[in-house]
């Protein structure tokens, strides 16, 4: 009994847990995208001598969720740099979107096409925000877990290998685990939140239905590669799918009377 109550509070914890980090983080790429709490401050950073910079924005101050968090304690600073593409020496665009720095930078890498376009907009940083709202998604959710484990390099199990993007380890770290799931838990509030969305509508009948196994391999097939279920072991699979059972009992009790 006593094993029962500590798995049922590790639950409740890891829920409570996923669902401010997306609350989190839909403040603050909103936050970007509008444009507020985001200051540009590109000229006190001066020329780069390349021109490779070009735009650098301060997060002011952290934009809130309606409903709070717990998350923000040692989150206070952000700053997020756009390279402009056509002065890059390796072309980073071509591998990634985005990337946290270990200076706390977040470092976004258009593409020339989409740089063309937003140096067209009036919000750079709300431009991008959009275009690459589900990298970031993934980007900021290791941002808080460092800053929640107060910097701490090694979050995950595997050493050094969990940071070499070709090994195993990294493929099953739990650090790329959350980073993966994240994005997909929001994009599925959102898809349900959408009247007119396909993919929400589809989720819908299996949560009506109580198909939670229905709900699983749905949610495997639309993001099979952002979950990067063909890398993983199935040791990792089984932490989704526990993770997407507890969602699919999470959104039945909020959605079914």
Avoid: C
Avoid at 23 to 30: G, H, K, Q
């Amino acid at each position: 009994m006593k094993l029962l109550r500590e798995y049922i509070r590790e639950l409740l914890t890891e829920r409570k847990s996923d669902s401010q980090y997306v609350d989190l983080i839909d403040a603050i790429i909103s936050s970007m995208q509008s444009g507020s709490n985001f200051a540009d401050v590109t000229s006190e950073f001066g020329e780069d001598g390349k021109g490779m910079v070009y735009k650098v924005y301060e997060m002011k101050k952290m934009p809130l969720p309606e409903e709070g968090t717990d998350l923000i304690d040692r989150f206070k600073e952000l700053f997020v740099t756009i390279i402009n593409p056509n002065k890059d020496p390796e072309a980073r665009y071509a591998k990634k979107q985005a990337e946290i720095t270990p200076d706390d930078e977040l470092q976004m890498f258009p593409t020339p096409t989409i740089f063309k376009k937003l140096q067209k907009s009036k919000n750079a940083l709300g431009y991008l925000a959009s275009e690459f709202a589900t990298v970031l998604e993934h980007e900021l959710t290791h941002q808080i877990n460092k800053t929640r484990a107060s910097g701490e390099k090694y979050r995950s199990a595997g050493g050094d290998a969990q940071f070499d993007v070709s090994s195993q380890a990294y493929e099953n770290s739990t650090e790329e685990i959350q980073a993966r799931l994240i994005p997909v838990i929001s994009s599925t509030r959102k898809a349900l939140k959408s009247k007119n969305d396909a993919v929400g509508k589809n989720l819908q009948g299996f949560i009506e239905s109580n198909d939670a196994k229905g709900f699983i391999n749905y949610l495997f097939d639309i993001h099979y590669q952002p979950l990067r279920l063909n890398k993983i072991s199935d040791k990792s699979k089984k932490k989704y799918i526990n993770r997407f059972y507890e969602l699919f009992e999470e959104l039945k009790d909020e959605i079914t009377p």
